[in-house]
């Protein structure tokens, strides 16, 4: 779509995308709700006795629960927007689409074990 404004006396034609049209944008979008809900799991699984299987992130939610959960969103959000920056990119749009299947596999992952 694109709309037509004057600046200055010019005719400047923008284009505005409807991002909730993309492919990409909705594989981000579904990216950091897969993000959220592993962190969610993730701290059920802490108060039953369970570890993080990422050895960083280990450290990071041994030192401090708060901390681990923040830098656990923050982290994998500013890799998605870091993707979605580069859309036109063959390897972003391959890379967010690797990290979506990934996080719905430890999603799928989780809901096995809190069904046993």
Request: aromatic share 18%.
């Amino acid at each position: 779509m694109t709309r037509k404004i004057f600046y200055s006396g010019k005719l400047i034609r923008l284009e505005i995308r409807q991002l909730g049209k993309s492919l990409l944008f909705r594989r981000i979008v579904l990216l950091i709700f897969l993000n959220i809900a592993d962190l969610f799991f993730s701290l059920r699984a802490f108060s039953k006795g369970a570890a993080e299987f990422n050895p960083f992130m280990r450290i990071l939610f041994e030192k401090n629960l708060v901390l681990g959960s923040v830098a656990k969103v923050s982290l994998v959000t500013l890799a998605a927007l870091l993707l979605f920056s580069f859309r036109k990119s063959a390897v972003a749009r391959t890379g967010a689409t690797f990290a979506t299947t990934l996080y719905a596999g430890v999603f799928f992952y989780h809901l096995y074990l809190f069904n046993f």
